[in-house]
C-alpha cells in the first residue's frame, strides 16, 4: 500500500495537474512531421481563425527593459513586479510548462512531458522548436538558462525571481540542470512541492544560449530598450520588430516558428502584428479606442460602457481577483470608548450584516456580483465551503441592537447609546465611485429603519487612503476596498486580516499584541500554519483545511463586511474573434496567439 507522504504519492500528486493535458496534447498529430505542435482547441479557440491582420492594445506601465529576468535594470527607479513579464516579454518569451489562463493549471509547454523522481525533474522538450530568428531551441539552451543565469550567483535578477528561485528555502529550490541528449534536461532538486508547477516552472522563460552567452558578465544590461530588435530572440508568438523614439510604443510581429497550431493545423498566432502603446490614463485609452486606434480596452470601466456603445463588443469576465470585494469597515480603534467598546463588539457588527441589502444596488449597477467572503470563490479549490450570507432581515438586525441595550428611550428615532447620546456616526465613501457610494446610501437608509443614524461623507481618493491608512486611523466607518491586492492566494490576505498587516487599518492596535481577542489569535496561527506548510506533501489539504478555518472565523467575527465583488469588462472592436473566453484583464496576454480579425 502506497503510504501518504512516501515518495510515490508525492510524485503522483505533483504529476496529476499535468497527466490529463500531457496524454490529451500528445495524442494529437502534428501538422508536420518533424515537429511535435502544440494543438489548441475550445475552450482556448471557440472559432478556428485566419493569418493576418493586427491589433492594437494598451498597457499601464513603461517597460524599462526586455530582459524577463530583469524586468527593471535601475534600482533607483521603481521597482516593477513579476506582473510585468507578463505584459510583454510573455509574447517574446517560452516556458518548459505553461499555466492555463482558464484552469490556473500547469499543463505542456516548451516540453511535451514532464517526469518526476524523488530528486529530479526530467524534461522531454518538443521536436522542432526554434527561437524566433530560426536557430533551434535544444536541450542546450534549457541547461544554459537554469545553469548561467538562474544557478549563477554573478548573475543579478529581479528580487521576484530570486523569491521564485527560493521558494519554501532557503536552499534554492533547483542544484543543476543536466543534458542528457538533444531533447532531454535533468533538474535536480532541493525539494518538490504542490504548486511548484503552476508557481514556479511557468515563469522561467527558456533564453537562447547563442545570444546571451557572452553577455552574461553585463547582465543587467542586456536586451535594454537601446538593443537591435534581431538581438532579442524567444520562442514566445510573437518577436520584438522596433520601439518607437520616446520608448512608449513596442511593436511586434509574427514569430514564424511558433510551435503551436489550431486543431486545423494553422500554425498560431493568427495575427501579423501586435503594437503595444504604454497609456497610463483610461480617458486617454477610451480616445484612443473611438480613434481606432487601439482595439481592445482590456479593464473598462463600467460607467464608461454607454460611451462605447456601437463601436465595441463587450466580455464581461469573472469577478476581478487583483483586489478586494467593496467592503465595509469600522474603526474598532475610534477614540471615543464608548462606540469603540460597540464596533468591538461582533454582535453590532451582526447587525449591520443583517441590514445589507445588495440587491438594489446589483440592479442598479449590473456588472457587480454579491460578495459574502474575502476568498475569491473563482481561484478556489471546490471543497472550500461557501459561507451561507447574512440574511437581509431588520428585525433581526434591531434584535440584535436591543442586546446591545441600544434603546431609543426618548421616542426620537434614534437609539441612544448607554451613556444616552444618539447613536450616530459617519461613513466615509470616496467620491469617484458610484458603487460604493450607493452601498454606503443602502447602509444607512437600512439603518435609518432601525434606529441608528448614519452621515455620509465623500471624499476623493487620496483624502481617503490618508484617512484609512495613518496609524491611528481618522475615520468612524467606510466603504472602500484595497487594489491592488492579489486574492487568489490565501497568504496575501495577510496583510489585511493578520493582527500586524500593513492594511490592517480596522484594527491597527492589534500590532502591540496587548488587546488581541481569541479570534485574531487564531486568524494570526492560521496565517502561519499557511506559510509552514507550502513544501509539505500533503499541502493540498491541510491549504484545505486552513481555508475553510479561516473562511469560518472571518464570516462569524466579521472584521470587515464583504459587500461586491466587480466584475471586469473588455471592450473589443467587433471584429475581433475568439475574445469571449477572457475572464481576467490579465489574461488578455495569454489569449492574443489565438485572436484574429474577420477584417484584416
Known amino acids: 500500500m502506497m503510504k501518504r507522504g512516501s515518495p510515490e504519492s508525492l510524485r503522483r500528486t505533483l504529476m496529476f ?28 479557440l471557440t472559432t478556428p481563425g485566419i493569418q493576418g491582420g493586427f491589433i492594437r492594445y494598451s498597457i499601464p506601465i513603461q517597460p524599462a527593459t526586455l530582459n524577463p529576468y530583469l524586468l527593471n535594470p535601475n534600482p533607483e527607479e521603481p521597482r516593477l513586479s513579476l506582473s510585468s513579464f507578463e505584459e510583454i516579454s510573455s509574447l517574446l518569451h517560452a516556458t518548459l510548462l505553461e499555466r492555463n489562463p482558464l484552469t490556473g493549471r500547469a499543463e505542456p509547454g516548451l516540453a511535451k512531458q514532464t517526469v518526476i523522481d524523488d530528486k529530479s525533474l526530467t524534461f522531454h522538450l518538443r521536436r522542432g522548436l526554434r527561437f524566433s530568428d530560426g536557430t533551434p531551441l535544444t536541450a542546450d539552451d534549457v541547461v544554459f ?47 518538490l512541492f504542490a504548486g511548484l508547477f503552476e508557481l514556479v516552472l511557468t515563469k522561467l522563460p527558456i533564453l537562447p544560449k547563442h545570444k546571451l552567452a557572452n553577455k552574461l558578465g553585463a547582465f543587467d544590461k542586456a536586451w535594454s530598450l537601446d538593443s537591435p530588435p534581431s538581438e532579442i530572440v524567444g520562442a514566445g508568438p510573437f518577436q520584438l520588430a522596433s520601439i518607437s523614439q520616446d520608448r512608449r510604443t513596442f511593436y511586434l510581429k509574427r514569430n514564424l516558428y511558433y510551435w503551436q497550431a489550431d486543431q486545423k493545423g494553422t500554425r498560431l498566432p493568427y495575427l501579423d502584428s501586435v503594437t503595444i502603446l504604454v497609456t497610463p490614463i483610461q480617458e486617454t485609452e477610451l480616445e484612443q479606442f473611438k480613434s481606432s486606434l487601439i482595439d481592445i480596452i482590456r479593464d473598462l470601466a463600467p460607467e464608461k460602457i454607454a460611451s462605447l456603445e456601437g463601436q465595441a463588443r463587450f466580455v464581461y469576465g469573472e469577478a476581478v481577483s487583483y483586489r478586494t470585494p467593496d467592503f465595509f469597515a469600522l474603526n474598532q480603534d475610534i477614540a471615543d470608548p464608548a462606540f469603540r467598546n460597540l464596533f468591538r463588539d461582533v454582535r453590532f457588527r451582526r447587525a449591520l450584516a443583517h441590514a445589507s441589502d445588495r440587491d438594489p444596488v446589483i440592479r442598479r449597477f449590473p456588472w457587480n456580483v454579491p460578495a459574502h467572503s474575502f476568498l475569491y470563490r473563482p481561484a478556489l479549490p471546490s471543497s472550500i465551503d461557501q459561507p451561507t450570507p447574512y440574511k437581509f432581515d431588520l428585525k433581526q438586525a434591531g434584535e440584535l441592537l436591543d442586546e446591545l441595550g441600544l434603546q431609543d428611550k426618548n421616542r426620537d428615532g434614534v437609539r441612544e447609546l448607554p451613556d444616552g447620546r444618539e447613536l450616530s456616526f459617519e461613513i466615509l465613501v470616496n467620491q469617484e465611485s458610484q458603487v460604493r457610494a450607493a452601498l454606503a446610501e443602502m447602509l444607512r437608509d437600512n439603518l435609518a429603519r432601525i434606529g441608528v ?63 488581541l481577542s481569541p479570534v485574531q489569535q487564531r486568524i494570526d496561527q492560521i496565517f502561519s500554519e499557511l506559510q509552514r506548510i507550502m513544501t509539505d506533501p500533503d499541502y493540498i489539504n491541510k491549504l484545505i483545511t486552513l481555508m475553510n478555518e479561516l473562511q469560518k472565523l472571518l464570516h462569524e467575527d466579521l472584521p470587515l463586511l464583504p459587500f461586491l465583488w466587480p466584475k471586469f469588462i473588455i471592450a473589443l472592436k467587433p471584429d475581433i474573434k475568439n475574445g469571449d473566453s477572457i475572464t481576467l484583464p490579465q489574461n488578455l496576454v495569454h489569449f492574443v496567439k489565438v485572436l484574429w480579425r474577420e477584417k484584416r
Open 17 to 44: 495537474s499535468l497527466v490529463a493535458a500531457v496524454v490529451f496534447l500528445q495524442s494529437q498529430n502534428s501538422p508536420a512531421g518533424q515537429e511535435d505542435w502544440k494543438i489548441l482547441g475550445a475552450p482556448w
Open 145 to 191: 538558462t537554469f545553469n548561467e543565469i538562474l544557478l549563477n550567483s554573478k548573475v543579478r535578477l529581479h528580487e521576484d525571481f530570486q523569491a521564485l528561485l527560493n521558494w519554501g528555502g532557503p536552499p534554492p529550490i533547483f542544484i543543476r540542470a543536466e543534458k542528457l541528449d538533444a531533447l532531454t534536461v535533468r533538474v535536480t532538486v532541493n525539494r
Open 453 to 515: 443614524k448614519v452621515r455620509l461623507r465623500s471624499v476623493p481618493l487620496s483624502a481617503m487612503t490618508t484617512a484609512l491608512m495613518t496609524n491611528p486611523a481618522r475615520f468612524e466607518a467606510a466603504v472602500t476596498a484595497i487594489s491592488p491586492l492579489a486574492l487568489t492566494n490565501p497568504l496575501s490576505l495577510a496583510v489585511l486580516f493578520k493582527s500586524d498587516g500593513k492594511l490592517h487599518f480596522y484594527r491597527f492596535s492589534d500590532a502591540t499584541a496587548r488587546e
